[in-house]
Every structure is written in structure tokens, then in C-alpha cells.
T-cell receptor, first 117, second 116 residues
């Protein structure tokens, strides 16, 4: 069975501070995908990134960066120089790779990020 | 390009009733997934439809069902509602790849169901 754990339920920072969100996962699949989604107050989840289990390179996209460490089953997410607009709930998710798995994602419990001006 | 549209956005039902929720995916997307979000259980996968066929199903009782039409629009139905069914029901569509999953889901804003 797959499991995603986001130990931090809520993080509060002041604007321009960096914030790192932790994600630890469990799976018996040899190939899998890891994701981060953002849920703003409006409710819809917004896709941020997908990482294949074979690709352990870290990635940076603007103020966002991701650190994937297969050895520790972690896929952490850092927001640099946070802004008020970054306030949202962030979800880490996991899915088996391959057609049979479809788009069945296992989500973590989410981390609420509050950025204060 | 229009996003994923879910209707109704809010609804209130009483125990024992049934409810039907509708989802219109992004044009060209053939996969539609449904998720339930509650404060206690978080986000949980309900089912996924691709080309009018259920491709995957989560661990929910048979009271939860769905279908997909030839235009890729999808509906989900919950019969004999229970208090615990109160939740935000999210629909997501994805690119039309038949042989692989991408996981890049485009979500609607959800239908918030309250069961009294």
C-alpha cells in the first residue's frame, strides 16, 4: 500500500522568509511518480510538479525548488522568499507509474502555509 | 481554454437522500477522476473514468458510483447519504493518454456537499 506523510500541518512565516515543506512516502512500487499540488482558498488543486522515481535530480522553478532523495523516501519542497500569494495548502502525492495505475493519486494530509505581510 | 467545471458548487441534503454531481472536463481531456476531501480523511481517490470505462476505483462503498458519457463529461452519484458523506468532492481531468498516466491533473473547484 502507498502512503504519504506530511508531518507539518501548518507553517507560518513572514513574507520574504524561506519555507520548506517535508514529504515522506512509502511504496512497494519500483517505478512511481511524486507530485506537489497547491490548494488556494478557492478550492481547486493546482499541479506544481511531477517527479519520476528514476530522476533524482533536484529541480528549481522560479522561487520553487524540490529536493528528491530516494534513499530517505523524501520529496521536500522549498519556497524561497515567500510572498503572501503563496498562502495555501500544499499537498504531496504519489502514484504508481504505468497505464494500469491510471491517475490514482495517494495524497498526504497537506501542509497549510500562511505567509504574513 | 475553459477549465474543469463542476456543478452544483454547493448543496445540502438530508440523510437517506441521494445526490448527483456533474463534472465537465477540459476540452480534449478524456480522463476524469473524482476525489473526496474531508477534514478527517483528507483527499481520497474515488474513481477514474477513461473513454466511458471505469479504469480505477478507490476504497469506497458501493453507494458511491459514477459514469462517463461519450463527450467525456462525468457524473458521480451517492445514494443513501450518511452524515459522513459531507465533503468537498473534487473532479479532475487529464490529458488523453490511454497507455500511461501522467498524474498531472486539472482540478475543478469542487462541489461542497453537506448532509444533515
Amino acid at each position: 500500500a502507498q502512503k504519504v506523510t506530511q508531518a507539518q500541518t501548518e507553517i507560518s512565516v513572514v513574507e520574504k522568509e524561506d519555507v520548506t515543506l517535508d514529504c515522506v512516502y512509502e511504496t512497494r512500487d519500483t517505478t512511481y511518480y511524486l507530485f506537489w499540488y497547491k490548494q488556494p482558498p478557492s478550492g481547486e488543486l493546482v499541479f506544481l510538479i511531477r517527479r519520476n522515481s528514476f530522476d533524482e535530480q533536484n529541480e528549481i522553478s522560479g522561487r520553487y525548488s524540490w529536493n528528491f532523495q530516494k534513499s530517505t523516501s523524501s520529496f521536500n519542497f522549498t519556497i524561497t522568499a515567500s510572498q503572501v500569494v503563496d498562502s495555501a495548502v500544499y499537498f504531496c502525492a504519489l502514484s504508481e507509474a504505468g497505464g494500469a495505475a491510471g491517475n490514482k493519486l495517494t495524497f498526504g494530509g497537506g501542509t497549510r502555509v500562511l505567509v504574513k505581510p | 481554454k475553459a477549465g474543469v467545471t463542476q456543478t452544483p458548487r454547493y448543496l445540502i441534503k438530508t440523510r437517506g437522500q441521494q445526490v448527483t454531481l456533474s463534472c465537465s472536463p477540459i476540452s480534449g481531456h478524456r480522463s476524469v477522476s473524482w476525489y473526496q476531501q474531508t477534514p478527517g480523511q483528507g483527499l481520497q481517490f474515488l474513481f477514474e473514468y477513461f473513454s466511458e470505462t471505469q479504469r480505477n476505483k478507490g476504497n469506497f462503498p458501493g453507494r458511491f458510483s459514477g459514469r462517463q458519457f461519450s463527450n467525456s463529461r462525468s457524473e458521480m452519484n451517492v445514494s443513501t447519504l450518511e452524515l459522513g458523506d459531507s465533503a468537498l468532492y473534487l473532479c479532475a481531468s487529464s490529458l488523453p493518454a490511454a497507455s500511461m498516466n501522467t498524474g498531472e491533473l486539472f482540478f475543478g473547484e469542487g462541489s461542497r456537499l453537506t448532509v444533515l
